[in-house]
């Protein structure tokens, strides 16, 4: 069991927002918090053009694969994020939600991507920065 707190971020597919979410994470936090992610109905592979998009900041999750929400990692998670899963993520007594809307990057190309990767990764920071008050900004990458 980790002394860190684990991030859960959950979409339908888990092949864009949740994993952009999840690289800005990794990549803000490094390793002070636990990071996860997971669909409801998962891809295949992860959206190309997000993979592109990420890149573009620095960011590979192109080693990341699509998984199934499953009920054990929600329920040992400490803080869930969700982006459009709908009825399908489970809720747990004490947990720390957040839903963020966002628009949905499936079937996009990159240039449509990139305001939903910039958006992420402000919710990202700002959720890092209430979880981690202590570190101030000291975590911010100079990625723009």
């Known amino acids: ?11 339908v597919h888990n092949a864009g927002r949740s994993q952009m979410a ?5 990549h803000l ?3 002070t918090v636990e ?7 998962p891809a295949e592979t992860i959206n190309p053009a997000v993979a592109q998009a990420m890149r573009e900041v620095g960011i590979d999750i192109t ?3 699509p998984k199934l929400l499953e009920y054990a990692t929600a329920e040992s998670s ?29 079937g996009k190309g990159v240039d449509a991507v990139r305001p939903i990767r910039d958006e992420i990764r402000g919710r990202v920071e700002k959720l890092l920065a209430e979880l981690n008050p202590a570190e101030g900004r000291h975590w911010r990458s100079p990625v723009s």
Request: charged share 25%; net charge negative; hydrophobic share 35%.
């Open 1 to 11: 069991m980790s002394d860190k707190t684990s991030v859960l971020f959950v979409c």
């Open 22 to 26: 999840a690289g800005w994470l990794r």
């Open 29 to 31: 936090a490094g390793d």
């Open 35 to 41: 990071v996860r992610s997971a669909g409801s109905a």
């Open 63 to 65: 080693d990341q694969t």
């Open 78 to 106: 400490d803080v869930i994020v969700t982006m459009g899963c709908g009825d399908t993520c489970p809720v747990f007594p004490g947990k720390r939600y957040e839903d963020w809307k966002l628009d949905d990057p499936a």
